[in-house]
């Protein structure tokens, strides 16, 4: 009989696929970073407890394509600024991401808040635009022009903060209480200049990052970089307190108590 390929595969086949994941080489992107202060009562609105706000209400968009091979990714994200337990990071609110592949192991494994969505980093000499869009909207845009090159920095390590769970099949709640996930990303930094720009937030009901307004722009970098990570729960937090946050990861939060019509396979 011919392999069955939804049968389950053998352990050398899973030890397999758990070496070559181990292996893989330094991946670099291109990527534009633009850090702005904003109003602290809207930051600190959108953290769920037991997340704190951290000494400045800082907002962070990175916007980021990778020549994979046959593959080319568009990564993005946009967090704001938070403590947990005396460790400073980033509570990153929308990821979105070109391709199934990269978004499902980040929002299964890790609890990333990834969505399907379009990434655009583009490059003309010294003018640059980067954009993060869903829905047909660009919500988050930065431009600019390189006006000079900075120091590569020394490799570094940072930490986001992702809540991990499951909706209820029911529909109450959650199927058990949600975790807290650490995630540490250690950086490398092979090139990075300034750019002299603006950041631009467009309002869109899928992504409101508009709420989030530059009080006062910071920076905006291009560079190139690779990262690696790994994770790790720290602690389980109330359901209860977590739940009224749960919109935060969906486009409509009515579509977790959506299912297959009565009858249907």
């Known amino acids: 009989m011919a392999r069955v390929r939804y049968g389950a595969r053998t352990e050398a086949e899973i030890a397999a696929a758990r070496t070559a994941s181990s292996k893989l080489p330094d991946i670099w992107s291109t990527g534009v970073v633009a850090v702005w202060e904003s109003d602290p009562d809207a930051v600190a609105a959108v953290l769920p407890p ?33 403590e947990h337990g005396g460790v400073a990071g980033w509570y990153p609110l929308v990821m979105p991401m070109t391709h199934e592949r990269a978004l ?37 845009e930065v431009r600019g022009a390189v006006s000079g090159s900075l120091p590569v920095p020394e490799p570094s390590q940072k930490t986001d903060f992702y809540f991990k769970f499951l909706p ?10 949600p975790v807290l996930v650490h995630c540490l990303r250690n950086e490398k930094v092979r090139k990075l200049e300034r750019i002299t720009g603006d950041v631009v937030l467009r309002e869109s009901m899928y992504d409101p990052i508009a709420d989030l307004p530059v009080r006062t722009l910071v920076e905006i970098t291009i560079g190139e970089k690779t990262t ?14 977590l739940l009224p946050y749960i919109h935060q990861r969906y486009d409509d939060p009515q579509q977790i108590l959506d299912g297959p019509p009565e009858g249907s396979v």
């Open 168 to 177: 209820a099949v029911d529909g109450s709640g959650f199927d058990a209480d």
């Open 104 to 140: 499902i192991g980040g929002r299964e494994v890790f609890g990333e808040p990834k969505k399907l969505g379009e990434v655009t980093v583009e490059r003309d000499g010294l003018v640059v635009r980067a954009a993060l869009a869903r829905h047909g909207i660009a919500f988050v």
């Open 228 to 241: 690696d990570q790994r994770g790790k729960v720290v602690e389980r937090v109330s359901a209860q307190a």
């Open 50 to 82: 037991p997340l704190k706000p951290a000494a400045r209400p800082l907002v962070r968009a990175n916007i980021s394509k990778v020549d994979l091979p046959g593959y080319p990714l568009g990564a993005g994200s946009v967090a704001v600024s938070a």
